[in-house]
């Protein structure tokens, strides 16, 4: 079977998709709306930066961790996109749209001569806004991600009238949370289509995070071991996460408990970081990190007792799962979506994402029960085994493409 992919190429979650496509014996054409180098093992590699990919393309190669805050805010054109990514965004919402036509007859013109079986489109905004552009003799596959219907379809009106249209195209439709699924058919998706519900990272292998995990601690000799470690591992996502709410809570915990040390990563040299900090005066237990590759962020998984993601519109975030997967205490946004996997007081704590007052509790709640924190990675190894198993889901998503070509 042959798949065309229409998706970031940048991104781990496509690569692990990719993997997981392969390890069913499907053949992957690769259509990337960002710049990046080719990935391995895929029959074909197309790139299609539409709605201005190539002016948001950020730096993103991965770098060691390091136990320092001195770092210089970028410079060039990262650092005006990191400087003004809100004002970046909104112009994307505006412009964006108005370069679908062109690379949707490129997309056409693969498909002409890749005649794929199936196409899928890994989010909406704007690879399954491009894929509705395709002939409709290509099965089309579309896949939400937690913010792309209730953030994204609302940035403009046109937005909202694409996303509708790529919905209405759509053949089948896959999300990593339900209530994505069933805002889809709100949205427009015919409820009679093709569904499927599997984690958007195409499904964790627990052995091999483990020993990853394991394996990657012996380098963390630089983190304290008097102190309480608490990950956010989000970075910075206008609209969807809430650091605001993460940095002003970091004062009200350490007025209680001083010896906490907070990761953050990808946030070096973020200039909206190192303002916070500054105003708030909490450089000594504040580490901002570099973009990490996944397997450098599992052993920090590993090695902190709590990850916070403090999210007002998200689906189920890959790193939520990962750090559930390693026994790190989740710590999130109380919004449907994560509701799905978080049950409050047994497996985690959510919390209002504007209120930084409820996540210093529950950090603090955490950090001083540890009964409470045995418990909850008990419980969510056995979740992360039976629903995010990298064999479940791969067995799920082969499935699910041979039902699509065959519609």
């Not at 029959?43 to 770092?71: D, E, I």
């Not at 079986?117 to 937690?146: C, K």
């Not at 209405?168 to 699924?181: C, N, S």
């Not at 995070?209 to 102190?227: N, T, V």
Request: with cysteine; charged share 20%.
């Amino acid at each position: 079977m042959k798949v065309l992919l229409i998706a970031d190429g940048r991104s781990p979650i496509t690569r692990s998709w990719i993997e997981s496509m392969r390890e069913d014996n499907i053949e992957v054409f690769l259509a990337s709306t960002y710049p990046c180098a080719r990935p391995e093992n895929i029959a074909g590699f197309y790139l299609m930066p539409v709605a201005f990919a190539n002016f948001s393309h950020k730096n993103s190669r991965p770098a060691p961790a390091g136990p320092t805050t001195a770092v210089q805010p970028p410079t060039g054109q990262k650092g005006l996109v990191s400087r003004f990514r809100g004002l970046f965004m909104r112009l994307r919402y505006l412009l964006g749209p108005l370069t679908l036509p062109y690379y949707g007859f490129k997309l056409n013109r693969i498909a002409n001569k890749v005649r794929p079986d199936a196409v899928h489109a890994l989010r909406i905004p704007f690879e399954g806004m491009l894929g509705a552009q395709l002939s409709r003799r290509y099965p089309l596959a579309v896949s939400i991600w937690g913010n792309d219907l209730t953030l994204h379809a609302k940035g403009s009106r046109l937005m909202g009238m694409l996303t509708t249209a790529t919905l209405h195209r759509a053949d089948a439709l896959a999300a990593d949370a339900a209530r994505d699924i069933r805002l889809g058919k709100l949205w427009g998706f015919d409820p009679d289509k093709q569904t499927l519900v599997i984690p958007g990272n195409g499904g964790i292998s627990l052995s091999d995070i483990r020993l990853i995990s394991d394996e990657g601690q012996a380098a963390l000799r630089w983190l304290p071991k008097d102190y309480h470690i608490i990950i956010n591992p989000r970075g910075f996502r206008p609209g969807s996460v809430r650091n605001d709410t993460f940095f002003r809570s970091i004062p009200l915990v350490l007025s209680k408990v001083p010896n906490m040390l907070f990761l953050c990563c990808s946030m070096a040299g973020q200039p909206e970081a190192l303002e916070w900090i500054t105003r708030l005066k909490i450089e000594k237990n504040v580490v901002l990190l570099p973009t990490l590759k996944q397997t450098d962020l599992w052993p920090l998984f590993g090695r902190a007792e709590a990850s916070v993601s403090v999210s007002q519109h998200d689906g189920t975030p890959n790193s939520l799962l990962e750090a559930m997967a390693l026994g790190c205490f989740p710590i999130a946004g109380d919004i449907e979506s994560v509701r799905e996997w978080i049950t409050p007081g047994e497996n985690g704590i959510l919390i209002d994402p504007g209120s930084p007052e409820q996540l210093a509790n529950a950090i603090l709640c955490a950090m001083g029960n540890e009964a409470l924190r045995r418990k909850a990675s008990e419980q969510n190894r056995q979740l992360i085994l039976t629903r995010a198993e990298k064999s479940v889901v791969s067995a799920s998503l082969a499935a699910f493409y041979r039902q699509l070509s065959r519609e």
